[in-house]
C-alpha cells in the first residue's frame, strides 16, 4: 500500500467500518485525577458501524453522568465530521438497542 498523498487519499478512505467506545469508566473536570478530575461510572460501551453515531451516543452518556458537559460542547466536532459524509447528524438518526452482559 502507498503512503496517502494528496491523488490516492480520501477521508472516506479511512473511515473505520466498526468504532468501539469503552464508557465503562471515564474521567471529568480534569484530565487526570491528581489535578481535580472525578472519576465517571457509566458502565456503558457503544458500538457502531457508523463512527458519527457512536460519538454522537457518547456525547449523550458523557452529558448524563458529568453535569460539567452539555452535548452542544461537542457541536462543532460533530458537525466536521457530519461534513464528510458520515450518517447520523442528530441522536434522532440512530437506533439505539441495549443489552446487559
Given at each position: 500500500m502507498a503512503w496517502p498523498n494528496s491523488e490516492?487519499?480520501?477521508v472516506?478512505?479511512?473511515v473505520a467500518k466498526l468504532?468501539?467506545?469503552?464508557?465503562?469508566l471515564g474521567l471529568g473536570k480534569s484530565h487526570h485525577l491528581s489535578r481535580g478530575g472525578i472519576t465517571l461510572k457509566p458502565e456503558r460501551i457503544?458500538?457502531?458501524?457508523?463512527?458519527?453515531?457512536?460519538d454522537l451516543v457518547a456525547a449523550e452518556?458523557?452529558?448524563?453522568?458529568?453535569e460539567?458537559?452539555?452535548v452542544d460542547m461537542a457541536k462543532p466536532h460533530l458537525q466536521h465530521a457530519g461534513k464528510f459524509g458520515f450518517s447520523a447528524k442528530s441522536?434522532?438518526?440512530i437506533v439505539l438497542k441495549e443489552t446487559s452482559i
Open positions: 490516492n487519499f480520501s472516506k478512505s479511512m468504532t468501539i467506545v469503552d464508557a465503562r457503544i458500538i457502531s458501524g457508523d463512527a458519527l453515531a457512536a452518556v458523557l452529558a448524563e453522568f458529568y460539567g458537559f452539555q441522536i434522532d438518526d
